[in-house]
Nanobody, 125 residues
Framework: VQLVESGGGLVQTGGSLRLSCKAS????????IGWFRQAPGKRREEVACISNGDGTVYYADSVKGRFAIHSDIAAKTAYLQMNRLNPEETAVYYC???????????????????WGEGTLVTVSS
């Protein structure tokens, strides 16, 4: 399984970015894809997930109304549209496959999850 993130970069406060997560080596259409982020010196936190099998999506409270996740099954790519970004959201953003995604939560097992290398998002003030 390989996951490759792209789309990170530098953006001003209030700006937008769209991250991509290209997957290979897995049955993309039946797996759930999650986005996480980790800021310097902080623990990793969940951002959003999408269950490609049934379209269920989940968002962390901190991003609801500003971020949108969707997938292109044919392209085996998941996207995270991020709007109205603020400096506190500067972090490395990771996508992961084989999370468990429900309306209320995203969970995963360390034994089965697959991580991408991450893409850096920097929000300037």
């Amino acid at each position: 399984v390989q996951l490759v993130e792209s789309g990170g970069g530098l953006v001003q406060t209030g700006g937008s970015l769209r991250l991509s997560c290209k997957a290979s080596g897995l049955r993309f259409g039946v797996h759930a894809i999650g986005w996480f982020r980790q800021a310097p010196g902080k623990r990793r936190e969940e951002v959003a997930c999408i269950s490609n099998g049934d379209g269920t999506v989940y968002y962390a409270d901190s991003v609801k109304g500003r971020f949108a996740i969707h997938s292109d099954i044919a392209a085996k790519t998941a996207y995270l549209q991020m709007n109205r970004l603020n400096p506190e959201e500067t972090a490395v953003y990771y996508c992961a496959a084989a999370v468990l995604c429900s309306i209320r939560s995203m969970t995963y097992s360390d034994d089965t999850i697959n991580w991408g290398e991450g893409t850096l998002v920097t929000v300037s003030s």
